[in-house]
Structure formats: C-alpha cells, structure tokens
C-alpha cells in the first residue's frame, strides 16, 4: 500500500496558530475531520479570558459555586487535559489563568507581583482543583 505524500493544513483556533502534518493513506481525507474538530474546539475556547459566550468563560464563572454540566465532547477534553497535566507533572496546565493575570499577562500590560499575589493565585492554580464527574458530565472547581 503506498502511502500519499503528506499534506499541511494551517489554521487559527483558539488563539493559536495550527500547522497540522497530516500523514497516512489518505491525508487529504483527514483535512476536514480535523480543521472541523479545531474549529468546535474554537467554540469551546476562542478568546475565553474575555469572551462570556465562550463555554470556558462559563464554566469559570459558575464551577467553583456548583456544579457545571457541560458537553460530553468538551468532558473529554477536559479529562485529556488532566491526565495531559499529570503526565508532565503540571507543566500543562489548563488551570493556569490566576498567575497570568498576577503577571499582568492575561490583557498585555505585564505586571511584577508581590509574593502575596503570587501565593494567592498559585493557591488557585492545578488541576487538583478541578473535579470532573463521568456519570452525569459535570464540572466543578474544589477552592
């Protein structure tokens, strides 16, 4: 079986710029899937510090009341998300938006932060925080 000669596909999704090598039998085929699966992903995240329509934005406003019931798709991703920070001993970490705002990074004008910030918002940030129940696809953050 030969295999094609593999096919790039650029994209800009989640405030990120993607360059997918796609390899395999049929990498045109796989061009669509996963510019599809980045673009509903986009939907998730896209600009989620600042946009409230975003379901990232609303998980962050009510998880840490009660509970939050979101996407089975978008549970996956979160539970991919940390086991992905285990696996690297927290150096991915989807939790990490209170020590980007202490550093003033979250809106661009980048800030020194006392240690009492710096403490506070590191009491904030790991995926310890975030609890994840299966049976019914909720989320909640344990602070």
């Known amino acids: 079986m030969d295999c094609l000669e593999p096919v790039t596909l650029s994209l800009d999704a989640m405030a990120t710029r993607f360059e997918l090598v796609l390899h ?84 661009g004008e980048g800030n020194i932060p006392s240690e009492s910030d710096l403490d506070a918002a590191r009491a904030r940030v790991g995926a310890q925080h975030v609890r994840l129940n299966e049976a019914n696809f909720t989320v909640s953050f344990e602070l």
Not at 50 to 78: C, G, M, T, Y
Request: net charge neutral.
């Open 24 to 107: 395999g039998d049929d990498p045109r085929g796989y061009g669509p899937r996963a510019k599809r699966l980045c673009e509903r992903s986009n939907c998730w995240t896209d600009s989620s510090a600042v946009s409230p329509e975003s379901d990232i934005s609303w998980i962050n406003a009510h998880a840490s009341r009660e509970p939050v019931k979101v996407e089975p798709q978008l549970f996956r991703l979160l539970q991919r998300s940390g086991e992905l920070s285990s696996a690297t001993n927290g150096a991915f970490d989807i939790t990490i938006a209170p020590l980007m705002r202490a550093w003033g990074l979250a809106g």
